[in-house]
């Protein structure tokens, strides 16, 4: 699987930039703060070089990830390499002529913007939003806790995933 690790650094500055722009008290920032009782005090209380500096490590393990879910080659390489005992398909057989209508016709679909976006929308949908509805109700969170970071999130995946998946 190709790894284009120039396209993982500028995903990963997705929930950066982005969060500049949602969490400001002009967009989201004020219905966040209310919701998540932070206060001013507390945000200029952060080492915000560990904050910025972590908050960069995870978005890039979120790039990686994407590279994995938004295209599949991953998945169809680990296939091959099952089904011929991680061994090469010998020439003509049916797993060879799979391969290459695979590249053919199938491989370009996996690689637009669209296809990424669309794939890392739906993980944020089943996997973020439970995991983070979840913790919201045991923390006695509200609806527009959850929401505002959720949508944060699924729309930071989708342009994510697709800025992986366009750049390859």
Not at 19 to 25: D, K, N, R, S, T
Not at 51 to 80: P, R, T, Y
Not at 136 to 143: D, I, S
């Amino acid at each position: 699987m190709e790894i284009n690790f120039f396209a993982l650094i500028v995903a990963a500055l997705v929930p950066m930039l982005l969060g500049f722009v949602w969490y400001h008290e002009k967009v989201f920032g004020k219905a966040w703060m209310a919701a998540a009782g932070m206060t001013d005090e507390k945000i200029k209380g952060g080492n915000m070089a560990l904050i910025f500096g972590l908050s960069f490590l995870f978005s890039l393990m979120l790039a990686f990830q994407m590279n994995i879910q938004a295209v599949h080659d991953g998945f169809v390489e680990g296939a091959i390499a099952h089904a011929t005992n991680y061994g090469e398909p010998a020439p003509g057989s049916e797993i060879a002529k799979w391969i290459e209508f695979y590249k053919t016709n199938l491989a370009a679909s996996n690689h637009t913007f669209k296809h990424g976006a669309f794939h890392a929308v739906m993980l944020g949908l089943f996997l973020v939003l439970p995991v983070f509805a979840t913790n919201a109700l045991f923390e006695r969170k509200g609806f527009k806790y959850v929401a505002v970071n959720v949508g944060y999130w699924i729309i930071c995946l989708g342009i994510m995933g697709g800025i992986i998946a366009a750049w390859r």
